[in-house]
C-alpha cells in the first residue's frame, strides 16, 4: 500500500478520475518513482527505488503506459487546470509567444532551431 503525504494526494486527487482504480495506484507508484529516481526515469529505474524491481507484477506497471487506457491529452488538461490555480489563483493570464526561428550554423553551435 502506498502511503503518501495528506498535500501530495490532495494535489494527485484531481486526476484519479482520469484512470481506472488499478491503474491510479500503478500511475501513483510510478508517478512517486519518478520524483525520487536519480538518472533516467524510467520504469524500471522507478520501480526499484520503489522496492518493487523483485515484484511478481513488475510487468503491470509497464503496462500503465502502453496498454492502460487513459487519455493524455485529459491529463494534460487537467495538469494545466492545477497549475493555474496554484499559480493564477484569480485575474488575467496574459501568454506571450515568440515565433521566430534561429537558423544559425557553425562549429561552436551545438544544436540548430528548426
Known amino acids: ?14 486526476f484519479a478520475p482520469l484512470f481506472t482504480p488499478s491503474v491510479w495506484y500503478h500511475a501513483q507508484m510510478l508517478l512517486v518513482g519518478a520524483i525520487l ?9 522507478s520501480l526499484s527505488v520503489m522496492g ?4 511478481r507484477h513488475f510487468q503491470d506497471y509497464h503496462r500503465v503506459l502502453n496498454r492502460a487506457r487513459w487519455s493524455s491529452r485529459a491529463i494534460s488538461r487537467q495538469l494545466l487546470q492545477v497549475l493555474l490555480t496554484v499559480f493564477v489563483p484569480h485575474g488575467p493570464i496574459m501568454l506571450g509567444l515568440h515565433d521566430t526561428v534561429e537558423r544559425q550554423r557553425g562549429k561552436k553551435i551545438a544544436a540548430k532551431g528548426i
Open 52 to 55: 518493487l524491481r523483485q515484484s
Open 37 to 45: 529516481t536519480l538518472g533516467k526515469r524510467t520504469v524500471t529505474a
Open 1 to 14: 500500500m502506498l502511503n503518501l503525504p495528506a498535500a501530495v494526494i490532495a494535489f494527485l486527487a484531481p
